[in-house]
C-alpha cells in the first residue's frame, strides 16, 4: 500500500499558534484547510470515503477548538490603545490664581458618632440608681437669744420731802423743785428765784440757769432757794446799809435755820423800801454748792464752789455802794 508524500504531510502545514495577516481568524482558516488537503494521502484502499475521520481532521478540531477558548484572552490583551494624557494646560486666557477659591468654611470639634460595630469591650455595669433625696425643709430660723433686759429699779416711793415739795407753791422755788424730785429722786437740784427791786418776784429756774437782770442797773432785794439731795440749806444776807460810816455793808442778824431738802428757804425781803443785796452766802449738809454771779457795774465773773458745812459759799460784794444783779447757782 503506497504510502503519502512527506510534502504533503502535516509536517508542511503552518503551526497552530501562528497567525495569518495578524488575524486570528485567518489562523482558524488555514488550520481547516490543511486538515482538508491531508486527508487524501491517508486513507486505505479498503476503508470507505467518510467512513471514520481522519487524524488530521481531529487534531485540526483540537487546535480550533483551544483557538476559540484563547481568542477572548487575546482580544483582550491586545488593547493597543495609548491612555489619554490627563490635559494639564489651563484653557486659553485662564491665569492660575486668578479665581479665588472661596474661604474654608469654620468648623468646629464635634464628637464622633458611635460606630455601628458593636464594641469588643464588654459595657460597664451601671450604678443601680439612687432614688432622688427627699428635698430638706426650710428650718425656721432660729433667732439668737436675747439677753434678758435688767429690770428696771423701782422708784422709790414719794417721802415726805417730795409730798412736801408737791404741795409748796407753783411759783415757789420749792414748787419748781418737786417736778425734778419726783421724776429723779435720787439726783441733786437746786431751784431758786429773785425778787428785783420794781419788777416783783420772777418765775423760778434751776440747775444752773439765770435769775435777776443783766444790764439793767437793776437790784435783787431777796432771794427763795430750794435744795434736793443735799443735806438741806442754810443762808445768810449782806444788805446795803444806808447809815454806813466805814463804806461796808452789813450782815443780817443770823443766818437762817437749816431747810430741809424740798422746802423754801428765804432771805432779804420783798417789802417796798427794802435794802438790795449787795451779795449773800449759803451752805449745804452735804456735796458742795457752787455759783456764777454778774456784778451792777461789770460783767460775769468766774464759778466759785464750796464743800459742805462748816464751809459757806459767798456771792457779791462787802462794798455798800456795789451790788450784784444776776446769779447762776449748782449743786
Request: aromatic share 6%.
Amino acid at each position: 500500500m503506497a504510502s503519502a508524500s512527506p510534502a504533503s504531510g502535516p509536517a508542511a502545514a503552518p503551526t497552530a499558534t501562528g497567525t495569518v495577516g495578524g488575524s486570528p481568524g485567518a489562523a482558524v482558516a488555514v488550520a481547516v484547510a490543511a486538515a482538508g488537503s491531508g486527508g487524501a494521502g491517508t486513507r486505505t484502499a479498503g476503508e470507505l470515503l467518510g467512513s471514520r475521520p481522519r487524524k488530521p481532521m481531529l487534531a485540526a478540531a483540537a487546535v480550533v477548538g483551544a483557538l476559540l477558548v484563547s481568542v477572548p484572552f487575546l482580544v483582550m490583551g491586545q488593547d493597543d490603545r495609548k491612555p489619554e494624557k490627563d490635559l494639564t494646560q489651563n484653557a486659553a486666557g485662564t491665569v492660575l490664581g486668578a479665581e479665588r477659591s472661596e474661604q474654608p468654611e469654620a468648623y468646629t470639634s464635634k464628637s464622633p458618632s458611635p460606630s455601628a460595630t458593636p464594641s469588643k469591650e464588654k459595657p460597664k455595669e451601671k450604678p443601680p440608681e439612687q432614688p432622688a433625696p427627699e428635698p430638706v425643709k426650710a428650718s425656721p430660723s432660729i433667732k439668737p437669744e436675747s439677753k434678758p433686759k435688767p429690770k428696771p429699779k423701782p422708784k422709790p416711793k414719794a417721802t415726805a420731802a417730795v409730798r412736801a415739795a408737791a404741795q409748796a407753791p407753783t411759783n415757789t422755788a420749792a414748787g419748781a423743785l418737786s417736778g425734778l424730785a419726783a421724776s429723779d429722786p435720787g439726783g441733786r437740784h437746786i431751784c431758786y428765784r429773785a425778787f428785783v427791786s420794781g419788777s416783783g418776784w420772777q418765775t423760778p429756774v434751776c440747775d444752773g440757769t439765770m435769775a435777776g437782770t443783766a444790764g439793767q442797773g437793776k437790784r435783787i432785794t431777796a432771794l427763795n432757794i430750794a435744795v434736793w439731795n443735799v443735806g438741806g440749806s442754810s443762808a445768810n444776807a449782806l444788805l446795803h446799809d444806808p447809815g454806813s460810816t466805814s463804806g461796808s455793808a452789813k450782815w443780817a442778824p443770823s443766818w437762817t435755820a437749816t431747810v430741809a431738802d424740798g422746802k423754801n428757804n428765804y432771805i432779804g425781803s420783798s417789802k417796798n423800801g427794802a435794802p438790795f443785796l449787795t451779795g449773800f452766802a449759803m451752805n449745804v449738809g452735804k456735796g458742795s454748792v457752787c455759783h456764777t454771779a454778774r456784778m451792777g457795774d461789770g460783767g460775769w465773773g468766774p464759778q466759785y464752789c464750796k464743800n459742805s458745812r462748816p464751809e459757806y459759799m459767798f456771792v457779791g460784794t462787802t462794798d455798800n455802794k456795789r451790788w450784784f444783779e444776776a446769779v447762776k447757782l449748782t449743786v
